[in-house]
Each structure stands twice: as structure tokens, then as C-alpha cells.
Nanobody, 122 residues
Framework: QVQLVESGGGLVQPGGSLRLSCAAS????????MGWYRQAPGKQRELVAA???????NYLESVQGRFTISRDNAKNTMYLQMNSLKPEDTAVYYC????????????????WGQGTQVTVSS
């Protein structure tokens, strides 16, 4: 019903920057919240940043001031600008979106992207 496609991951040196994108498509009526999660090897998936329909944002404390989440509601697209990257930011980054569909049989959705690898290393 609702698909998410991420892009923008890669290899970057410590102190560098990357910008992740997440585009949502399908039977979307509205998106209430979008978020970026990450999972490093051997660790649990954690919420990095979230943005709500009204524009309110939340950040993981360790990325506060370095990462910026934003969204383009007209394009159903979310971004994560990551600056001053550190080796501990290395992980697979996943986007998630939750909201309502145009399908009355399945009115709500919560979808995940396939993940994009971010590696911070010299």
C-alpha cells in the first residue's frame, strides 16, 4: 500500500556530511509522523529523529545539533542532514512513516524503508 524508498547513504570520513532522503508513495491520504531509525551491528534499532505533521521534531540526544530532520509534505519526502559525522554514527539507517491511507479497507499504515548503509571511517 505505502512504500518507502531511501537514498543517500555511503562512506564518509569523520567530520563529514551526508544527506539521506526517504520518499513515500502509494495510497497515502496523510502522513502523521516520519522518522529515521538506525541499527548498528549487534545493537538494537534506535530512533534517531522524528518529525510530525505540524513540524515538531525530536532527536536522539547524541545527534542533537549535528543532524537535522525535515520533510516536504507536497512530495511526501523526508530528509536527514547529517553533519559532523562520527564513527559511532555508522549503522544501517531506516525510515518509517505512519499515517492514513485512501483505502477504507486498510485505513492506517506504518511502513519501513529497506535501509541504507552509512559508514563513517577514515
Amino acid at each position: 500500500q505505502v512504500q518507502l524508498v531511501e537514498s543517500g547513504g555511503g562512506l564518509v570520513q569523520p567530520g563529514g556530511s551526508l544527506r539521506l532522503s526517504c520518499a513515500a508513495s502509494g495510497s497515502i491520504f496523510s502522513i502523521n509522523v516520519m522518522g529515521w531509525y538506525r541499527q548498528a551491528p549487534g545493537k538494537q534499532r534506535e530512533l534517531v529523529a522524528a518529525i510530525f505533521s505540524g513540524g515538531k521534531t525530536n532527536y536522539l540526544e547524541s545527534v542533537q545539533g549535528r543532524f537535522t530532520i525535515s520533510r516536504d509534505n507536497a512530495k511526501n519526502t523526508m530528509y536527514l542532514q547529517m553533519n559532523s559525522l562520527k564513527p559511532e554514527d555508522t549503522a544501517v539507517y531506516y525510515c518509517n512513516a505512519a499515517g492514513r491511507t485512501t483505502d477504507w479497507r486498510r485505513p492506517g499504515f506504518s511502513s519501513w524503508g529497506q535501509g541504507t548503509q552509512v559508514t563513517v571511517s577514515s
